[in-house]
């Protein structure tokens, strides 16, 4: 329950709403809260510039913000399945959900230094809900292509998708809504609206406590359809934070992943700060899989980002910086940067913990995906391991790199377990303990 205080230009409209049609679903709520056209998170960040949401100065940090490592690798991996295409002379790579574009800008950077054959082949197009104010590098979703061979990339996008939110009472699922009594925002428990937020959960009702609370993500079937006019034949790579359906329902979870991040404060409470903080929920992978699925996309695997970018070599990223001090190349402190950056990106505490699920649809344009004929294979480095795609080639460096990325030690390392304590600066356990 919220303190009141006088309602901001959002929460009045929400209180108007609500005044006339009742109580609304969370996930309007979060609709509204994230999206709304000008008062929304996303929309009133983006529309000042200087004031993104993810970084140093935002609200939290993400993998491609943390070190041009993480789209090195993924641009090994991109390269290795053009190849596993045939090497088409065209492989497009659409980023869904691309934010302030650095993930475009280090895959694209290091693909010209490192990789001149790829280079050729692929076209790299950038998109958001939100593009931010200006930006020549991020479209909006309206400029998203259509029928393409190549791969659609996405990190942190769909526990960024508004959620419903139900919570078990006597042996029933119902569904919890947003209402607005006595000057502030609550939450009230209705009977459920949407019959899917009830199917998804009903398999687990018999183990799960009274008071038991989640979420259920709606809109993935939008997202797979989109995909799927995306994507005529190729790959699709979705990192985010979230577990199969019976992981996601575990009867432990008791309060569900629902969280809020302000100035890199974690939080559990969306009903505060409407419009000035970001709302999360963990991914259902298991409806990743089958919305997918109803387009013929297959699930090639899912695996921790650790694992993932282990496989592709982020080991070699490290000898090679580790040799920079010697070479005089990197001070003591340029190169502690480096590699506290890395390291927090197979941190399995932290990022490294992030899911990374793959998934292909095959021939439809003719191209056959090219898979190793040995069983459990799936012919990508990132997901079988064997020779490191990253040796032999230069580390990308948070020195050179054009994007702007955190800097971890002089924002106090929130990914630091040894860091002494920062006022209102959560561990990076707790920031993502999957406890509840
Ligand atoms: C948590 S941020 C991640 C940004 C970036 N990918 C990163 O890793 O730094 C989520 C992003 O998804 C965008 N987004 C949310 N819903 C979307 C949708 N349906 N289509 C495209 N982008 C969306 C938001 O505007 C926001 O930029």
Redesign the pocket.
């Given at each position: 329950m919220t303190t009141p205080t006088a309602p901001n230009e959002l929460e009045e409209r929400l209180i108007d709403h609500i005044g006339r049609y009742g109580p609304i679903t969370f996930e309007a709520f979060m609709e509204a809260a994230l999206y709304d056209e000008h008062l929304g998170y996303?929309p009133s960040r983006r529309r000042q510039p200087g004031s993104a949401p993810?970084g140093t100065d935002g609200d939290y940090f993400?993998?491609?913000?943390t070190h041009p490592a993480f789209g090195a690798l993924l641009a090994l991996q991109l390269r290795e399945m053009w190849q596993r295409l045939g090497s088409p002379g065209e492989f497009v790579v659409v980023e869904?959900?691309?934010?302030d574009g650095?993930?475009r800008t280090d895959i694209t950077e290091y693909t010209e230094r490192e990789l001149p054959d790829f280079a050729k082949a692929m076209q790299y197009v950038a998109?958001?809900?939100?593009p931010p104010a200006g930006s020549e590098s991020v479209a909006g979703?309206d400029e998203l292509p259509t029928g393409i061979t190549g791969c659609v990339v996405s990190?942190?996008?769909l526990?960024?998708?508004p959620v419903n939110r139900f919570i078990i009472q006597a042996g029933s699922v119902r569904e919890i809504f947003v209402d607005y009594r006595d000057g502030t925002f609550v939450e009230v428990v209705q009977d459920v609206v949407e019959p899917e937020v009830e199917a998804r959960v009903l398999p687990f009702v018999r183990s799960l406590p009274d008071s038991y609370r989640g979420e259920v993500n709606l809109r993935l079937g939008y997202?797979s359809d989109s995909v799927s006019a995306t994507l005529d034949s190729g790959y699709v790579i979705t990192v985010d934070y979230g577990f199969d359906r019976p992981d996601l329902y575990a009867p432990t979870r008791l309060l569900g992943s629902l969280r809020c991040y302000y100035q890199h404060t974690l939080g559990q409470d969306p009903l505060r700060r409407i419009g000035k903080q970001d709302i999360t929920a963990h991914v259902d992978f298991t409806a990743v899989d089958h919305t997918l699925a109803v387009n013929g996309f297959t699930r090639v695997a899912n695996t921790t980002q650790s694992e993932f970018l282990m496989n592709l070599g982020i080991e070699d990223f490290l000898s090679d910086v580790g040799e920079r001090p010697v070479r005089k190349e990197l001070s003591r402190l340029e190169f502690e940067e480096e590699t506290a950056g890395i390291g927090a990106l197979i941190d399995p505490e932290g990022l490294g913990r992030f899911r990374v699920a793959v998934h292909s649809r095959g021939a439809a344009s003719g191209l056959e995906i090219k898979r190793e004929q040995v069983a459990g294979h799936t012919g990508l480095s990132g997901l079988d391991g064997g020779p490191s795609l990253a040796a032999g080639h230069a580390a990308p460096l948070l020195q050179t790199a054009t994007a702007d990325h955190a800097r971890l030690l002089r924002a106090g390392n929130p990914f630091s377990q040894s860091r002494p304590q920062i006022e209102n600066m959560p561990t990076w356990e707790q920031l993502f303990s999957d406890e509840p």
């Open positions: 996303y993810v993400t993998s491609p913000v869904m959900g691309a934010g650095v993930l998109t958001d809900l939100v979703t990190n942190e996008l526990d960024a998708h997202w």
